[in-house]
């Protein structure tokens, strides 16, 4: 079982960036809890992280020997129809993921292009909306494999 994980742009900041809205937990919090719940899920778990369209499409294109995709597409999740064509494209279940709850946010957030293409969002759970999201993941891949 091998999941991809993949943070979009300014997760990198996490822990100096607006803390009253996504916490004081670092990028690297969040993925060592990541790390460590898949090794008890026996997942395998890839993580990246980009500030580039471009780079998280490629992610996306190169994510064929993945069982499912975990991602927070962040600010491109208003905005970037390549990342939703990209997860349309691959044949793998996504799990969108987001620490705040977007839909009590500005307007402009209210919007995902992505939600349609995915599997399922999980939004507004700080950073246990990573955790919740990659139990999904494993869960989702797990029937998938089951059924074929
Ligand atoms: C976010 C929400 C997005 O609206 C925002 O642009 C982000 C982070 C979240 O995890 O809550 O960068 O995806």
Same mark, same amino acid.
């Given at each position: 079982?091998?999941?991809l994980v993949?943070?979009?742009p ?10 009253d809205?996504y916490?004081?937990?670092?990028l690297?919090?969040i !993925?060592k809890s990541?790390r ?5 899920l026996?997942?395998e778990i890839?993580?990246?992280?980009s !500030?580039?369209?471009?780079?998280i499409?490629d ?5 064929g020997?993945?069982d499912?995709?975990?991602i927070n597409p ?6 970037? @129809?390549?990342?939703?064509d990209a997860i349309a494209? @691959?044949?793998?279940?996504? @799990?969108?993921?987001h620490l705040s709850?977007?839909y009590k946010?500005e307007?402009?957030?209210?919007k995902?292009?992505i939600s349609?293409?995915?599997f399922?969002?999980i939004?507004g759970?700080?950073p246990e909306?990573y ?6 993941a @494993?869960?989702?891949?797990n029937?998938k494999?089951?059924?074929?």
């Amino acid at each position: 079982m091998r999941i991809l994980v993949i943070h979009g742009p300014n997760l990198n900041l996490l822990g100096t960036r607006e803390s009253d809205i996504y916490g004081i937990k670092t990028l690297e919090d969040i !993925n060592k809890s990541l790390r460590d719940l898949s090794s008890e899920l026996g997942a395998e778990i890839n993580i990246k992280q980009s !500030n580039h369209e471009g780079e998280i499409v490629d992610a996306i294109q190169e994510s064929g020997t993945y069982d499912a995709l975990l991602i927070n597409p962040a600010a491109y999740t208003h905005t970037s @129809v390549a990342i939703r064509d990209a997860i349309a494209a @691959v044949q793998i279940p996504a @799990v969108e993921i987001h620490l705040s709850n977007i839909y009590k946010r500005e307007e402009f957030r209210h919007k995902s292009l992505i939600s349609p293409v995915a599997f399922g969002q999980i939004s507004g759970f700080g950073p246990e909306s990573y955790n919740l999201g990659l139990r999904a993941a @494993v869960s989702i891949a797990n029937a998938k494999k089951n059924a074929s």
